[in-house]
């Protein structure tokens, strides 16, 4: 069975900063696309932060850009969500995802994680 299990969300003050973790197991992941999504509530899900297989080429939604870093270890086939500056906007379900392309419909979806910030 394949899973993705996500962990580090919770609850944190504007400006502060919180750290994602992602842990795959039942198939290899070193060879795929990792990434984080999050659903704001009202809103559509959407993309925020997604890395290649190697780690060597990330992106990142435009409303991120500086202040989240994502990164991967794939010996231990997790990814990272380093989330700094937070903003009351990032508020959401964030999501692990695995296997996509520029498409970004991904194969592979975690549980989710709560993320709130207060202002």
């Known amino acids: 069975q394949v899973r993705l299990v996500e962990s580090g969300g919770g609850l944190v003050q504007a400006g502060g900063s919180l750290r994602l973790s992602c842990v795959g197991s039942?198939?290899?992941?070193?060879?795929?696309?990792m990434g984080w999504f999050r659903q704001a509530p009202g809103k559509e899900r959407e993309f925020v932060a997604g890395?290649?297989?190697?780690?060597?080429?990330?992106s990142y939604v435009d409303s991120v850009k500086g202040r989240f870093t994502i990164s991967r270890d794939n010996h231990n086939s997790a990814v990272y969500l380093q989330m700094n500056s937070l903003k009351p906007e990032d508020t959401a379900i964030y999501y692990c995802?695995?296997?996509?392309?520029?498409?970004?419909?991904?194969?592979?979806w975690g549980q989710g994680t709560q993320v709130t910030v207060s202002s």
């Open positions: 995802v695995a296997d996509f392309d520029k498409s970004l419909i991904p194969s592979w």
């Open positions: 039942g198939r290899t992941f070193d060879g795929d696309a």
């Open positions: 890395s290649n297989w190697s780690g060597t080429s990330t």
